[in-house]
């Protein structure tokens, strides 16, 4: 159980706020790289930050407040020209460090230079990164995924309308959500009790943030928790990371990214791609959260909890020590950085930072049998090209095991 | 005219308020029961507490806290097995009580036991009830018509965004709204003045609630408004219920039983079944508020009102002497509570619980003639199976009449 | 750069602020006269105000408060008869004075009268127009456009979630906002920079508001500001005015009236009339601003600066001179008024209102090729029948040019 203040402290993360400082120290996801295609900018609302994001040129971008200087216009209809981004009303131009380079209205620019808030944007693995932070910034992790090839990846955005950190401390539960549903749900049909024996998790600290595993037994990682607010599960055929992205204190970005391996030498793995999509979390007609998707579910349980869970009225048990941990850890964090220290999991040398790779866990779901149709199971609304690359990339490995076509 | 403390005192039903406490200390209907067949379980907002409604078995319920003790998952979601709710999360399990039976990732249980805040639930004439007041509870009303054959009810459900009292007030009017703006328009559509004497009404307070008559004729009672908000009318062919249960000081849930016997001997008489639906209370397109059926007009005039009535700028004039002594026996009970006495209507004998009967009003609608099909003239968005029914019920007689099917 | 105070100053316009003084010193139009044919009464907000308005008979009209004194039912729902304004409720009734008439339910009238504020409402040039001010009421200014025959008279409304004077501000730039985003877009698309040469505009105070045109060249004048809200554009064969009326702090009605000339002679000539409609001003699926039309590409920019926009982060320049001299002259009559002044721009003798010219401009949009088939380019979700006229209109000229139909 948290006191009202340290529930805040976790909480909060606009500017100014331990934890809006602490995050603020690293990369963080805010759009998939295909988003900018059609049109080259972007509204981007990131640690209760309204911005926009724009693309200048071949992988590169430009981050600034979203407000011109000028009177208050909304630079997401600006145009971007000449690595550039030019206001729609009066032409004001802004480069990717804010300045204001250009007034075609004026007969001379002003003596003193108007400069918008800028920050930093980049590209890697399909999506866009966004650094918000004191200079210099760190590098974005080269995960080990990331460079694969000869599959599908997938980035599937989800806004949430409630606070991180309820999404983060799932990442720290012991048993997966998705499992215990599921051997509930089977209770239920069955009419029997839960099959569920205590369960004894551990969770190991790590560079990159925690694992989680069974605690006495030498099996497989259950999942990875990346510190601070991300996830990764899978192995080198499947694998997935989620990132938890606050926009705002009641609001989440949760940007999924899938790579699903095709079998090597079938043509799926040489048509392999990159599909993004945003997810719907409720139902269009009832606005019930959806739960038809393994990801789904667990959004509905958020969503549900309230904007801002209240950690006040908890009752935490033994089965709680991750959340503990990662509590702590917080606020650990929060104390070392506001003491002058360099937080965790940051990494500065290149050299370092080259395909990390992160524990493998067993597959989360049983392969459906080969006569089904493979359909994607994690979130909602996947395009129809998405999911004909989908079932694609799985049917590959069969007919690949069927020695034809 | 009410002083702004007074409409507070009236108005505002959470828990610990004044009103709040009378109110708990009276049964309400929540749903209909059918409602949980489906799915058994449904979120219930009452009287300011967000609550789950679960069924544990043949007309057996629980009603308890909505959010889970150990770290507030919507309990909605939950799943119902042994007579308990299961948390959908980590598998917490709670009783009727609100007592947590069991956490199956768990070792042992924890010496403190963990306890939600639980009411009681009860299930009459296709409603499920609820009370949230202090032990014991009185019965729920046994009124004649719940026990009534051979014709079909109707339980009909409307959210409606305002106050309860409201819509409550309505019911001590001495002129039905229905009839005088049927005047009133017929009157539009002459374009003469209305014609409507000055009326005379007279308001006599009995064992459940309050008589509204004219006031110096013998003629029938025009309804009876039912101690503390609800409302009866009709007779033994047809008749409806209204009780306007405060989800919160902003939201009130209008649910509407309606009886209509069918011909004795009729098919429709041994087809007599319950339906039950939501009715909507505005048009999907535009917004505004229904006035398709006769009480979708009176929802019209109350949501328009404001979501709280301001009393502070009223003008009450001799017609309002009913709605005057309806809110001075609210003020009396309120205070009479705080004195620790025994507010007015509650039952505790299931010896004088039987079948109670309410005064007989005079249709309020005059019978469609027999050539027309009949249709439901009370609310919107009836289904069509629920139509079906009604038109049978309501033809069965003119076929007895004709002696021929 | 405003301060906070003078901020809230020029956008607060509530009863008894001195922004809302002063534009409670003018006529502002309200609604198309047609929006009363089908049902004569209609919620107003106006100012900050509830009101309703009612069609008492041929081009008559009432105005007042929207809540019955009784006990606060919606009199926009209330039957008009007798050039009175009935509540549905107890049958009260209010002439448009706003005093009460009859209580039809009353065995006599209270000994003092009860009153609901009112206010004045006329109707001229398709439009109901409200005056919510002192008395003497100025007169309604007689456009010449507005008894302009032979031709097409469209009046559009569009409820806009952002302030006046964000709205109006925009009559003041010098550069017109749809040229500059042109010739942005074109340059864009051609990737050079915009060919956009400093550009020196003049404002010129005049009887009515203020004349926008280039500094030093004898062109035709751009645009006319029209004090305090308003805007005119274009010529004897095509023009149009804008209104942005504040409904509250928030809320604007932008309500737009335009005339489109048929060629002399011709059939379009004879079949004039006037059209009206509200137009949308975000696609229905996204909720994006629309841009698909020139005034929606301003309601766009409008829109996405803020509810308020905050005028204490802008760095005006040169080009701003115009914005600034409005700002001055609203500061100027705010305070002219508090010291009994009599503001700018007020009518008061019938033999001076007549057919009042307002300087023409030149065409802002070249013709289409007579081969294309002519669209209104002003505002989406034109109706068909108006989209039938307009076209019928636009093509007579065609025709008349042709020497044949």
């Known amino acids: 159980m948290l006191s009202a203040e340290q529930n805040e402290a976790l909480t909060r993360i606009g500017p100014g706020t331990p934890m809006g400082d602490l995050l603020r120290r690293y990369w963080h996801p805010v759009a998939a790289t295909g988003e900018l295609d059609d049109r080259p900018t972007r509204p981007v609302r990131l640690l209760g930050e309204d911005l926009v994001l724009f693309k200048t040129g071949e992988a590169a971008y430009g981050l600034i407040e979203r407000f011109c200087a000028h009177r208050g216009t909304d630079l997401a209809y600006g145009i971007v020209a000449d690595a550039a981004l030019r206001c729609p009303r009066h032409g004001w131009l802004y480069g990717d ?73 799932n990442t720290m539960d012991g048993i997966d959500m998705e499992q215990l549903m599921d051997a509930l749900q089977s209770a239920r049909r069955d009419g029997a009790p839960p099959p569920l024996p205590p369960l004894d998790f551990a969770f190991d600290e790590f ?20 510190w601070p607010n991300g996830l990764f599960s899978g192995d080198d055929r499947s694998c997935r990371f989620e990132w938890r ?46 739960q038809t998707h393994q990801l789904n579910k667990k959004f509905a349980i958020w969503l549900n909890q309230a904007p801002i869970l209240d950690r006040t ?52 779901f049983a392969a459906k049998p080969a006569e089904q149709e493979p359909a994607f199971p994690y979130l909602a609304g996947q ?23």
Chains 1, 2, 3 share one sequence.
Not at 257 to 263: I, K, P
Not at 389 to 404: L, Q
């Open 245 to 290: 992205v606050p926009m705002d204190d009641e609001t989440t970005l949760n940007l999924a990214w899938f790579f699903e391996r095709a079998a090597p030498g079938s043509d799926a793995a040489l048509q392999s791609g990159v599909h993004f999509w945003y997810a719907p979390t409720r139902e269009e007609e009832t606005g019930e959260a959806l």
């Open 313 to 364: 009225k908890e009752h935490l048990t033994e089965g709680d020590a991750g959340v503990v941990m990662l509590r702590n850890k917080l606020f650990n964090q929060i104390s070392l950085i506001q003491d002058g220290g360099e937080p965790k999991a940051l990494i500065y040398d290149p050299a370092r930072n080259q395909k990390l790779r992160l524990p493998e866990t067993a597959p989360l």
């Open 97 to 169: 460090t804010g300045l204001c380079l250009d007034m075609p209205l004026e007969e001379e620019m002003p003596a003193e230079p108007i400069k918008l808030r800028a920050h930093q944007a980049r590209e890697k693995a399909g999506m866009v990164w966004a650094y918000l932070g004191p200079q210099p910034a760190p590098l974005i992790p080269d995960w080990e995924p990331f460079s694969r090839q000869g599959g599908l990846v997938q980035v599937v955005l989800s806004v949430l309308h409630c606070n991180w950190l309820q999404c983060q401390e």
């Open 383 to 405: 395009p129809d090209d998405a999911a004909e690359a989908y079932r694609r990339v799985v049917e590959s490995w069969n007919r690949d095991e069927a020695g034809s076509p």
């Open 207 to 226: 560079e990159h943030g925690f694992v989680v595993r069974p605690g006495e037994s030498g099996a497989a990682v259950t999942k990875t928790s990346l």
